[in-house]
């Protein structure tokens, strides 16, 4: 119904954004340089950048992806296989490994809906647990294949609905 701008200050540079997701009145962003970053939309503050590349516990190579849930932010790091859980300030609660790759991640109820690469190429989604142990896993379809990795590829509506997303359709 309407649009508001918000324009981003603070201490710390952002890089081209590469995702971002909403938790109340705070965005997050992973930009280009692998930073995540914390705004407020009401203030448009930068309130908490973290960059934490390594090999180490709650650090990550090449991050993909944010979504964000019940006040609680999901990093998915495609070169470990690895999603990283934060609160609402962004420090790490948890994190745990899958054993296939994700292009894109959204969080259910119960676990997690993933885009991800079959052995051949080719994309399936993958439901997972809490843990990210894969449940059940649905062959690509035409719509599915249109999809490419740094695409969104999962909208939640304002019920709470997860729907795939068609990058060349308004549907």
């Known amino acids: ?60 190579i090449m991050p993909q992806a944010l979504c964000s849930y019940g006040g609680f932010v999901y990093l998915l790091d495609i070169a470990k296989r690895n999603i990283i859980k934060y609160d609402r ?3 790490p609660i948890s994190s745990f490994t ?29 439901y997972s647990n809490e843990e990210g142990e894969k449940a059940y896993s649905f062959a690509a379809s035409d719509i599915v294949a249109d999809c490419t990795p740094g695409n969104k590829s999962f909208i939640r509506n304002k019920k709470g609905e997860i729907y795939l997303k068609n990058p060349f359709e308004n549907d």
């Open 98 to 126: 899958t054993d296939f790759t994700a292009w894109d991640l959204i969080k259910t109820d119960s676990g997690f809906l993933f885009l991800s690469l079959t052995d051949n190429q080719g994309t399936e989604i993958v």
């Open 1 to 60: 119904k309407a649009m508001k701008s918000v324009y981003i200050h603070g201490q710390k540079l952002l890089a081209e954004p590469k995702d971002l997701c909403f938790e109340d009145t705070l965005c997050y962003i992973l930009d280009a340089n692998f930073s995540v970053s914390c705004v407020s939309l009401n203030s448009g503050k930068i309130i908490k950048q973290i960059h934490t590349p390594g090999n180490g516990h709650h650090e990550y």
């Open 89 to 91: 300030m962004l420090t």
